[in-house]
């Protein structure tokens, strides 16, 4: 029997697109305040790049096993807990008093928001209704994670110069604190609990699939993030590439589970759902350049031209009011016309950037924020026409029962392309060495062209989507999952949005 859906699920919305907001904006709020940082706390520049890393690595290591755990053991419980943990790392980096303890603060901070993060998406698959309401809401949980991704700088420069409270560069993490709190009541309030997910017994849960996926991870994000720092040493190269091997392993590893009827961290078969596969690597595609884009920005405009962190934010506040123009009719009609709307959206991106080259070529040191901002305002429109249907893309052919699996892989692609279109940015910008104002825009420029690669990419991988006519539909009702001991069962809650306990 099919249970009527939750009654509350916008207001259960309301209290996972908050934590969603949260740990995107965290990502890129503490780069405004890294100077700072450094100087209050008497730490070297080498300590500002591990604040970064800390956040990144051990945000990749928790992805893809937090999200499964939310589909074993329950979502809303993995969610608070993800939740209350990530506040309390929060407060702790915002008192930290020596460069240790905001550098553990921040990797805590990674590790529980690689649990809260992929049980936003799996709640809203598994709480609403298949149909518009999901695309809906699928549809706003990207458009927030597109402007965090691109505010985070705005929001740190407006705090830090603001100076709130006396506090400095510490409100950027405290303001984590009142949002956070405000997330898990509503979170508790109007997120039914999860019904028995999944075999609880102990020595069910893929331990070892565990420890070889954060080994892989490590591998591979790892090289990435510290590579241009540290000058690419032999043995960092060596990691990457044994990043490949590792992961040949882990999915060796999780085909013989799967064989024997037992719980794994990535089901085979989500990978074979066209929409999934094709939506995933379109996120990691377009999270490595909206990563590059904004970080090239920053160096060329703060460390070239020296502008300031407020100066920078503001001209680049031009992304978000970008995205923002489209994304309602994206929001509207972008979930019956995807193919169309990532097509178009890249190619209006591409224009947007080729314009954005020429601009800053021309002026070079010259360049003012009326040179930037209508390329930057371009370029979001664009965005506002992918970003927003990317999590509705990935997820609309998910059964219930694997969503936070899925939600695990479609963040570790996003975190993954952020890592790589740092890299790639940091290989580019750098080649020439340190820059003066004139070289520092030709940098720029230069770098933009592996955006615009990017964006082809886009295009072409958008042409692998199911044709705007034929789009799949959800599934109609609960899913066979695999479960321990070799018998299959319904996942999770019906697409209608009930609920159905496991054969017993």
């Known amino acids: 029997m099919v249970t009527r859906p939750p009654t509350r699920h916008w207001p259960a919305l309301a209290a996972v697109l908050p934590a969603a907001f949260m740990d995107t904006v965290d990502v890129s709020i503490v780069n405004t305040a890294l100077v700072r940082i450094q100087r209050d706390l008497g730490a070297s520049g080498d300590i500002g790049q591990w604040v970064v890393a800390a956040y990144a690595l051990c945000f990749a290591i928790t992805l893809v096993a937090g999200g499964r755990l939310g589909d074993l053991v329950g979502r809303r419980r993995m969610l608070l807990a993800g939740v209350g943990g990530f506040v309390a790392a929060s407060a702790l980096a915002g008192a930290a008093a020596t460069p240790a303890m905001l550098i553990a603060a921040r990797g805590a901070q990674g590790l529980f928001g690689g649990i809260m993060v992929p049980q936003a998406m799996s709640v809203i698959t598994t709480r609403f209704p298949a149909g518009r309401r999901r695309a809906t809401a699928l549809s706003l949980t990207g458009l927030v994670l597109g402007v965090a991704t691109v505010s985070g700088p705005l929001i740190g420069g407006l705090l830090v110069s603001a100076d709130v409270g006396g506090l400095g560069w510490r409100a950027i993490f405290y303001v984590n604190v009142p949002v956070g709190l405000a997330a898990m009541v509503a979170g508790w309030r109007w997120i039914p609990p999860d019904g028995r997910a999944g075999d609880r017994r102990p020595g069910r849960r893929d331990a070892l699939g565990v420890v070889l996926l954060a080994a892989a991870s490590l591998l591979l994000i790892g090289p990435l993030v510290e590579g241009r720092a540290l000058g690419w040493p032999p043995w960092l190269v060596g990691a990457l590439l044994l990043s490949a091997p590792a992961l040949a392993v882990f999915a060796r590893h999780e085909r013989r589970r799967e064989r024997r009827g037992e719980v794994v961290l990535v089901p085979a078969h989500l990978l074979r759902r066209r929409c999934f596969s094709t939506g995933t690597a379109l996120t990691a595609v377009v999270m490595s350049g909206t990563t590059c884009l904004l970080l090239t920005l920053t160096w060329g405009l703060q460390g070239g031209l020296g502008w300031t962190p407020m100066h920078t934010a503001l001209t680049t506040l031009a992304l978000p009011l970008g995205i923002g123009c489209t994304s309602q009719l994206t929001n509207w009609h972008g979930h019956a016309a995807g ?11 591409a224009a947007g950037l080729l314009a954005l080259m020429a601009a800053v070529s021309t002026a070079e040191d010259a360049t003012r924020s009326r040179d930037v901002m209508p390329w930057l305002f371009v370029t979001g429109v664009g965005m506002g026409m992918i970003i927003p249907l990317l999590p ?26 952020a890592a790589l279109g740092a890299a790639v940015a940091g290989l580019i910008f750098f080649a020439g060495g340190p820059h003066g104002p004139s070289a520092a825009m030709h940098a720029v420029a230069h770098t933009l062209g592996y955006n615009i690669a990017a964006l082809v990419l886009v295009a072409g991988l958008a042409r692998l989507l199911p044709p705007d006519d034929a789009a799949p539909r959800p599934p109609a009702g609960p899913v066979p999952t695999s479960h321990p001991g070799g018998r299959t069962e319904a996942g999770g809650h019906s697409a209608e949005g009930g609920s159905s306990r496991p054969a017993r």
């Open 339 to 349: 193919r169309r709307f990532v097509g178009l959206g890249a190619a209006v991106m």
């Open 392 to 417: 509705h893309i990935s997820m609309r052919e998910v059964p219930n029962g694997d969503a936070g699996a899925a939600s695990g892989v479609f963040n570790s692609a996003g975190q993954l392309g």
